[in-house]
T-cell receptor, first 113, second 115 residues
Framework: AQSVTQPDIHITVSEGASLELRCNYS??????LFWYVQSPGQGLQLLLK??????LVQGIKGFEAEFKRSQSSFNLRKPSVHWSDAAEYFC???????????FGSGTRLQVQP | DTGVSQDPRHKITKRGQNVTFRCDPI?????LYWYRQTLGQGPEFLTY????????KSRLLSDRFSAERPKGSFSTLEIQRTEQGDSAMYLC?????????????FGPGTRLTVL
């Protein structure tokens, strides 16, 4: 069965600084990979997805993520963080033959002025 | 495209009562999913519909839980004899496609509190 690890429970960055959120997955074949963002009390918004092809994918709100098969990672990056980016971020993996997404436990991002 | 909607947004109930939640997917999305999210955790899959057929259920979906999607449009999730451990955010998502994986789009969720 597939699994997702987000090693950082909580990250604090200064506004304008760069950001990298880590995601490691466990799955035997090529996974379907996603990043979602959740604001307090809200549902999840899709930031970006990777299915195949170019391993660097661009998403909404200036986010990008890079798929590294050798490291089983799909880290999320943003060059300059805005105060409105403060939220919880979830990495998720989908597997061939199933429809369910498996989520990590999330990383809470705090942005300092 | 008005997005996935869920009703109610909040529900407080007493232990032992039955509750029902509704999800309206993005129009023309043929796939619908239910997830449960507890505090500090990522969402956990409960069940999946393709059109009106329930094709996959998680072990988390005990016999007190039942989900329907009678006409392949909206879906309901019912919890019978609620327990305090059922307190969580219940999220609905939908996607469009007949082939392999498609991105899932989530609604705002229904927060259930069982007293």
């Amino acid at each position: 069965a597939q699994s997702v690890t987000q090693p950082d429970i909580h990250i604090t960055v200064s506004e304008g600084a760069s950001l990298e959120l880590r995601c490691n997955y466990s799955y035997g074949a090529t996974p379907y990979l996603f990043w979602y963002v959740q604001s307090p009390g809200q549902g999840l918004q899709l930031l970006l997805k990777y299915f195949s092809g170019d391993t660097l994918v661009q998403g909404i709100k200036g986010f990008e993520a890079e798929f590294k098969r050798s490291q089983s990672s799909f880290n999320l990056r943003k060059p300059s963080v805005h105060w409105s980016d403060a939220a919880e971020y979830f990495c998720a993996v989908g597997a061939t033959g199933r429809r369910a997404l498996t989520f990590g436990s999330g990383t809470r991002l705090q942005v300092q002025p | 495209d008005t997005g996935v909607s869920q009703d109610p947004r909040h529900k407080i109930t007493k232990r032992g009562q039955n509750v029902t939640f509704r999800c309206d997917p993005i129009s023309e999305h043929n796939r619908l999913y239910w997830y449960r999210q507890t505090l500090g955790q990522g969402p956990e899959f409960l069940t999946y519909f393709q059109n009106e057929a329930q094709l996959e259920k998680s072990r988390l979906l005990s016999d007190r839980f039942s989900a329907e999607r009678p006409k392949g449009s909206f879906s309901t999730l019912e919890i019978q004899r609620t327990e305090q451990g059922d307190s969580a955010m219940y999220l609905c998502a939908s996607s469009l496609g007949t082939g392999e994986f498609q991105a899932q789009y989530f609604g705002p969720g229904t927060r259930l509190t069982v007293l």
